[in-house]
């Protein structure tokens, strides 16, 4: 179905000779020389121009329909975010109508490391992006792990554009047919990711997705779409804490008064933060006996950092919390002694300072007198 | 500040009569103080961004030293420093009185132990305080040295053992539960901020701020007292050591200029950088 449509013209093409494109060139000569080595070089200018039928020809030609050969494509771009984009969709994207390459060219407009710069040509113009109602995504993309390894490393595989959106069909990520769709977001991530993929599946996160929680998190929920960063980088594990935080609020505020946190805040990574203790993709809570945080698998969990940890050692909790007197007894009075000693040494003696202090200088001012 | 005992004994030394100094301190314990006041001063300055690792100067502070890496390195090598430091102090008391029988440190006028006399000097200074009787005379130590030296004293105890159990947790929870090292971090840090707390304003005031002595008291710098600043501050020790004829071994020559200039250069100092981590130290307990 594909083929027929160049083959039937292929095939008239070899019946009426090659006087029809000699006549076109005649006056299209440009048009014809960057034809000739587009991806459509082998096929005759009527093919696409399908209403010139002979010389002179009507000044105003007949929009090209795509769409007589490329079915498929034009359908889908109908039932896309793109439908209503421009008189002439298909260029948007593929360049210039005589010099459309195939996409295994490296000068074509949709080759892998093209790719973004032709999306951006809207995508990274505020306005336009604004107009449609988005963010201009081009350039958190082009300095994002993904980005920089497509178009400064040349690494194909590194996702472009379309990997995760798709390329004729993108649809809305409110639509639940899209790629982008929340809940399809683990499935387009994971076919590349199929490790991570296979851990989130398998940890809590993915279990609230499966059974239809909407607040469950996927994976852009903690790496962004578009601004995603090398999970090695100081400036990424900066963050983290507070990605969790957002929705872990009670445990954010735990662990903001131990000791990993306030190192963590100094700018130092080597350092628990969620994902040491909890993992990231295979979070499981600490009632499952494969959690790194279960009771038989504590110790271990916190020897990757405290070689040597004992069982006592793991006793120790990055959460307690003062303010909890039910589950942390002597942490909450240890509180308040600590509380009563400051209130009251420093008071008491504030007050002795004071009274001191004004009696001194009466005493000085009388000695003044003397 | 041109009032004040020193004016008294500027004016002696002008009409030519000799200014007579005693010793107070020995070499010892002023290079004792002078420990603790460095290493005390590198634990505030690298402790406080770490309990207040939250506030704004804290990481700048973090970032302008070179991160928490140098932090904790300092703050490592000025708790180590500090511990050698107390336990020379406490070693030598118990030589002292164990070998060298000299019990008096232990009970009497020149022991830190509280005696009667600390707490009716007490009461006496409060009406004092209230016109309401005479200005007590004090001995050797006035019931706040005491203050001052068992408030550091349980602070470096305190502190210390804390920190010891988070600098190596695996060796102490061979005796003590992991838990307790949640309350470790609490101890340490609020015992910090009382340590400093007070250290920073108490005893600032009471040694050297207050008018009698401000700006600075130089004895423990210079280990000298002059005879006026004796009879004015220690008037018991200063009598019954006239009485008994053991004043006079203590005399000792006036503190040279550039000892006077040294110890008002880095005690200066110490108490600026006091006042300067105090006022951090308010701005981010208020914003915690």
Same mark, same amino acid.
């Given at each position: 179905?594909?083929?027929?449509?160049?083959?039937?013209?292929?095939?008239?093409?070899?019946?009426?000779?090659?006087?029809?494109?000699?006549?076109?060139?005649?006056?299209?000569?440009?048009?014809?020389?960057?034809?000739?080595?587009?991806?459509?070089?082998?096929?005759?200018?009527?093919?696409?121009?399908?209403?010139?039928?002979?010389?002179?020809?009507?000044?105003?030609?007949?929009?090209?329909?795509?769409?007589?050969?490329?079915?498929?494509?034009?359908?889908?771009?109908?039932?896309?975010?793109?439908?209503?984009?421009?008189?002439?969709?298909?260029?948007?994207?593929?360049?210039?109508?005589?010099?459309?390459?195939?996409?295994?060219?490296?000068?074509?407009?949709?080759?892998?490391?093209?790719?973004?710069?032709?999306?951006?040509?809207?995508?990274?113009?505020?306005?336009?992006?604004?107009?449609?109602?988005?963010?201009?995504?081009?350039?958190?993309?082009?300095?994002?792990?993904?980005?920089?390894?497509?178009?400064?490393?040349?690494?194909?595989?590194?996702?472009?554009?379309?990997?995760?959106?798709?390329?004729?069909?993108?649809?809305?990520?409110?639509?639940?047919?899209?790629?982008?769709?929340?809940?399809?977001?683990?499935?387009?991530?994971?076919?590349?990711?199929?490790?991570?993929?296979?851990?989130?599946?398998?940890?809590?996160?993915?279990?609230?997705?499966?059974?239809?929680?909407?607040?469950?998190?996927?994976?852009?929920?903690?790496?962004?779409?578009?601004?995603?960063?090398?999970?090695?980088?100081?400036?990424?594990?900066?963050?983290?804490?507070?990605?969790?935080?957002?929705?872990?609020?009670?445990?954010?505020?735990?662990?903001?008064?131990?000791?990993?946190?306030?190192?963590?805040?100094?700018?130092?990574?080597?350092?628990?933060?969620?994902?040491?203790?909890?993992?990231?993709?295979?979070?499981?809570?600490?009632?499952?006996?494969?959690?790194?945080?279960?009771?038989?698998?504590?110790?271990?969990?916190?020897?990757?950092?405290?070689?040597?940890?004992?069982?006592?050692?793991?006793?120790?909790?990055?959460?307690?919390?003062?303010?909890?007197?039910?589950?942390?007894?002597?942490?909450?009075?240890?509180?308040?002694?600590?509380?009563?000693?400051?209130?009251?040494?420093?008071?008491?003696?504030?007050?002795?300072?004071?009274?001191?202090?004004?009696?001194?200088?009466?005493?000085?001012?009388?000695?003044?007198?003397? | 500040?041109?009032?004040?005992?020193?004016?008294?004994?500027?004016?002696?030394?002008?009409?030519?009569?000799?200014?007579?100094?005693?010793?107070?301190?020995?070499?010892?314990?002023?290079?004792?103080?002078?420990?603790?006041?460095?290493?005390?001063?590198?634990?505030?300055?690298?402790?406080?961004?770490?309990?207040?690792?939250?506030?704004?100067?804290?990481?700048?502070?973090?970032?302008?030293?070179?991160?928490?890496?140098?932090?904790?390195?300092?703050?490592?090598?000025?708790?180590?420093?500090?511990?050698?430091?107390?336990?020379?102090?406490?070693?030598?008391?118990?030589?002292?009185?164990?070998?060298?029988?000299?019990?008096?440190?232990?009970?009497?006028?020149?022991?830190?132990?509280?005696?009667?006399?600390?707490?009716?000097?007490?009461?006496?200074?409060?009406?004092?305080?209230?016109? @309401?009787?005479?200005?007590?005379?004090?001995?050797?130590?006035?019931?706040?040295?005491?203050?001052?030296?068992?408030?550091?004293?349980?602070?470096?105890?305190?502190?210390? @053992?804390?920190?010891?159990?988070?600098?190596?947790?695996?060796?102490?929870?061979?005796?003590?539960?992991?838990?307790?090292?949640?309350?470790? @971090?609490?101890?340490?840090?609020?015992?910090?901020?009382?340590?400093?707390?007070?250290?920073?304003?108490?005893?600032?005031?009471?040694?050297?701020?207050?008018?009698?002595?401000?700006?600075?008291?130089?004895?423990?710098?210079?280990?000298?007292?002059?005879?006026?600043?004796?009879?004015?501050?220690?008037?018991?020790?200063?009598?019954?050591?006239?009485?008994?004829?053991?004043?006079?071994?203590?005399?000792?020559?006036?503190?040279?200029?550039?000892?006077?200039?040294?110890?008002?250069?880095?005690?200066?100092?110490?108490?600026?950088?006091?006042?300067?981590?105090?006022?951090? @130290?308010?701005?981010?307990?208020?914003?915690?």
């Amino acid at each position: 179905m594909k083929w027929g449509a160049p083959i039937l013209v292929a095939l008239g093409l070899s019946m009426m000779g090659q006087a029809a494109a000699t006549d076109c060139l005649s006056c299209h000569q440009d048009n014809g020389t960057s034809a000739k080595a587009s991806v459509h070089g082998s096929l005759s200018c009527t093919s696409c121009h399908t209403t010139i039928h002979e010389y002179p020809h009507p000044q105003t030609a007949t929009k090209v329909n795509c769409g007589s050969c490329h079915e498929g494509n034009s359908h889908d771009i109908s039932g896309s975010v793109h439908a209503s984009v421009g008189v002439q969709p298909c260029l948007n994207c593929h360049g210039a109508a005589h010099s459309i390459l195939p996409a295994s060219d490296p000068k074509s407009t949709i080759y892998p490391s093209n790719l973004p710069a032709t999306c951006g040509n809207c995508h990274g113009n505020a306005q336009i992006a604004r107009q449609a109602g988005l963010k201009e995504v081009y350039s958190p993309y082009i300095d994002s792990i993904h980005g920089a390894a497509l178009t400064k490393d040349g690494l194909l595989v590194a996702a472009s554009c379309s990997s995760c959106h798709g390329s004729h069909k993108i649809l809305s990520k409110t639509n639940k047919a899209s790629r982008t769709y929340y809940a399809n977001v683990p499935a387009t991530c994971g076919t590349c990711h199929a490790g991570p993929l296979r851990d989130y599946t398998a940890g809590i996160h993915g279990q609230m997705l499966e059974s239809g929680v909407d607040s469950a998190p996927v994976c852009s929920s903690c790496h962004t779409a578009h601004q995603i960063s090398s999970v090695e980088k100081t400036s990424w594990k900066m963050k983290t804490t507070a990605t969790c935080g957002g929705c872990h609020k009670d445990e954010l505020t735990t662990y903001h008064d131990t000791f990993h946190a306030q190192v963590s805040a100094l700018g130092y990574v080597e350092v628990a933060r969620c994902w040491d203790c909890h993992g990231s993709h295979a979070i499981l809570p600490a009632s499952d006996p494969n959690s790194k945080i279960s009771a038989s698998n504590r110790v271990a969990t916190c020897a990757k950092c405290h070689t040597g940890a004992s069982a006592s050692f793991a006793t120790y909790d990055p959460h307690a919390d003062s303010h909890d007197q039910k589950r942390y007894p002597a942490l909450h009075y240890s509180a308040i002694f600590m509380n009563l000693l400051l209130a009251g040494v420093l008071g008491f003696f504030a007050l002795h300072t004071i009274l001191w202090f004004l009696r001194s200088r009466f005493d000085r001012k009388g000695e003044s007198h003397d | 500040m041109t009032e004040g005992p020193s004016v008294h004994i500027e004016e002696a030394s002008k009409a030519g009569a000799p200014v007579r100094n005693y010793v107070r301190f020995s070499l010892a314990q002023r290079y004792l103080h002078g420990i603790f006041v460095l290493t005390f001063l590198g634990l505030a300055l690298t402790g406080l961004p770490l309990r207040f690792s939250h506030a704004g100067w804290a990481l700048k502070f973090a970032g302008a030293v070179g991160g928490f890496g140098t932090i904790l390195f300092f703050h490592k090598t000025s708790a180590a420093i500090m511990s050698v430091a107390f336990l020379t102090h406490v070693a030598n008391i118990l030589y002292r009185v164990v070998v060298r029988r000299e019990f008096g440190l232990v009970w009497g006028p020149d022991s830190m132990v509280p005696r009667l006399k600390d707490f009716t000097d007490f009461f006496a200074n409060l009406k004092w305080f209230f016109w @309401l009787g005479p200005k007590p005379k004090f001995d050797r130590y006035a019931y706040w040295d005491k203050v001052d030296y068992w408030a550091v004293f349980w602070g470096m105890a305190i502190i210390g @053992l804390s920190g010891y159990a988070m600098w190596f947790p695996q060796f102490f929870v061979k005796f003590i539960p992991g838990s307790w090292l949640n309350i470790a @971090l609490l101890i340490h840090g609020e015992e910090a901020i009382l340590a400093v707390g007070f250290i920073f304003t108490i005893h600032y005031f009471n040694t050297h701020l207050r008018p009698q002595n401000f700006p600075m008291d130089l004895t423990i710098f210079t280990g000298r007292q002059t005879e006026q600043e004796f009879k004015e501050r220690h008037p018991v020790e200063y009598e019954r050591l006239a009485k008994s004829g053991e004043l006079e071994t203590l005399a000792a020559p006036e503190p040279p200029l550039w000892l006077k200039n040294f110890a008002r250069l880095v005690g200066g100092l110490a108490v600026v950088a006091g006042l300067v981590m105090l006022y951090l @130290l308010v701005v981010a307990f208020i914003n915690d």
